[in-house]
Every structure is written in structure tokens, then in C-alpha cells.
């Protein structure tokens, strides 16, 4: 599948991601000690909703526009807040939500929301290929000290910038799916990085369609071995349809001790909002555990 960030701006999925990731970022910064953030595949940075890839599908309207029109009672509002704030910095001020998912224009991307939720002392490095998409991202990142952008090949990023100085920290992998065995390059990419940096978090993203693809994906990242391998599925349907995204999941290796009942407590509030069913499914589970 082809998967580009720019025509799925602000969809379920994007919801899913972003929301981890902001938990895990609000996590890091409970302790004064810098940590360093590397996103892979960083993507545009922003993206416009009114643009034309963004209005040709309209899938942000399912993603962050119906989470901004639903009422979510504590802590679940107050889970979702670190992502929801960086959400509304990129926009126009408005008087609540409901109002903000009336004029929405912007969705950050995970380098912006990580770029919200980080301090001074921290570091971030974004990867990205694309030269015009490299070049809106390094304007969408402004000038900021604390932040890298990167020519660099994701996948060889993971070699060339790890182990970081800093001894905390978060690895990102958002593939964007555009070439056979991308699966397979993933679970190899995490398996060579965690060898060269064992106490960094990692969270790699992954689409379902091909339900035997993910499935292999899954059992190639157990065989692994890494312990503290935690899975993360959104379903938007109980049932799945073929060739079609239905959902959509992220391997977290090292999570907070947090995370995991965090991400059932909001993930399932979610649901109900964010699938095509009215009912959604939501799994948070372990690959493998703790040694």
C-alpha cells in the first residue's frame, strides 16, 4: 500500500499515532534529564486541510474532527489534552472545540506535536527524503535549536544516529508502506536498532489491510525476543474488510509503565467516536513481556 501523510492528515489513524505519542512525550518529561526524540519518516510537518490532498479524501472530518465535536470526561480529557493542545496552536483561537472542528485549517504532524511537547533541554532529529516535502517540514520547524532536519534515509538513520548522547528517548517509525516487505524492513530496522540502543523507547507504526501480512509482521517481532514489546491495534469495524485500511497499530518497545492502561482507558473512549460501525475494537497486549 502507499500510504503518504499528506491526503491522510488528521484521520483515525493519525489520531491513534499521535495520541501514543504524546503520551509517551508527556511521560519523558516528567523528569528533568534531557531526552532526544528521532522521527524516521517526519513527513511535511503541517498540513493544510482546505489543500487539495487533504479535501480529496476528507478523512481528517472522521479523525480529529470528530474527536474535537465529542465530550470525553476525566481522566480521558485529561489523557488527551498534551495532543489536543498541540492540535489547537496550529489553528486559529476558537471559543471551544466544537467551533475549532468548524474552522479547522492545520493538523500537525508528529514533528510539530513533538516539537510542542518537549522543553529546552531536549533534542530532536527528523528524517526526511523528499525534497519538497523536506522543505515545508524545515518551515513548518521554524528556528528552532533544538531540532535537526535530516536528508538522511530513515532506515539508515537508525544506524547512524543511535545510540544518542542523551541517555532517554524515543525512536519513531512511520513508514509510509510505498514498497514490497516494508513489514519485514521494520521488524529488521527494530531489531538491529535495539541492539545498538536497548533502553530507548521505540514506536513503529503499522497499517491493516493485509490482516497475513500484519500477522507475520507481528510473529517476526516476537521471534525477536526484545523483551517489553508492547501491541497497540485500533479497529475501526469489528469486522475488517478486505483491501481496504481498516485499522491501523503500533509495536512500542520499553513503554512507560504507564502507557499501556493509559491507551486502553483512552483508546477505547475513542472508538466509538472515531469507527465506521458505531463500536470499533481496541487491543493493548503484550508481544513479549519483561525478562
Not at 508492547?230 to 483491501?243: C, G, K, M, T, Y
Request: charged share 25%; hydrophobic share 45%; glycine share 8%.
Amino acid at each position: 500500500m502507499n500510504y503518504r501523510h499528506a491526503f491522510h492528515a488528521g484521520n483515525f489513524a493519525d489520531v491513534v499515532k499521535h495520541v501514543v505519542l504524546a503520551r509517551i512525550l508527556a511521560y519523558l518529561a516528567r523528569k528533568d534529564a534531557a531526552f532526544r526524540v528521532i522521527d524516521t519518516h517526519a513527513g511535511a510537518g503541517l498540513y493544510d486541510l482546505a489543500g487539495d490532498e487533504a479535501r480529496r479524501t476528507g478523512e481528517w472530518e472522521g479523525g480529529i474532527g470528530a474527536v474535537l465535536r465529542a465530550r470525553f470526561a476525566p481522566p480521558v480529557a485529561e489523557l488527551l489534552a498534551p495532543w489536543l493542545d498541540a492540535v489547537r496552536a496550529v489553528n486559529v483561537a476558537a471559543a471551544d472545540d466544537a467551533e475549532l472542528a468548524a474552522r479547522l485549517r492545520h493538523y500537525p504532524g508528529s514533528p510539530l506535536i513533538a516539537q510542542a511537547l518537549t522543553r529546552p533541554q531536549d533534542r530532536l532529529l527528523f528524517c526526511e527524503t523528499q525534497p519538497g516535502v523536506r522543505e515545508a517540514l524545515t518551515e513548518a520547524v521554524g528556528r528552532d535549536a533544538r531540532a535537526k532536519v535530516l536528508a538522511t534515509d530513515g532506515w539508515q538513520a537508525l544506524g547512524a544516529y543511535l545510540p544518542p548522547k542523551e541517555r532517554r528517548g524515543l525512536v519513531l517509525v512511520d513508514p509510509p508502506f510505498e514498497e514490497p516487505g516494508e513489514f519485514h524492513r521494520l521488524a529488521q530496522g527494530l531489531a538491529e536498532a535495539h541492539r545498538r540502543w536497548s533502553t530507548g523507547i521505540y514506536a513503529l507504526w503499522y497499517p491493516i489491510k493485509d490482516v497475513r501480512a500484519v500477522d507475520a509482521f507481528r510473529r517476526e517481532i516476537e521471534r525477536a525476543g526484545i523483551p517489553k514489546t508492547l501491541n497497540v491495534q485500533f479497529d475501526l469495524r469489528a469486522v475488517r474488510q478486505a483491501d481496504t485500511m481498516t485499522g491501523c497499530g503500533l509495536i512500542i518497545v520499553n513503554p512507560p509503565f504507564t502507557l499501556a492502561e493509559e491507551l486502553r482507558s483512552v483508546l477505547s473512549a475513542l472508538a466509538p467516536v472515531l469507527a465506521t460501525d458505531g463500536a470499533g475494537r481496541v487491543r493493548v497486549g503484550w508481544l513479549t513481556p519483561e525478562r
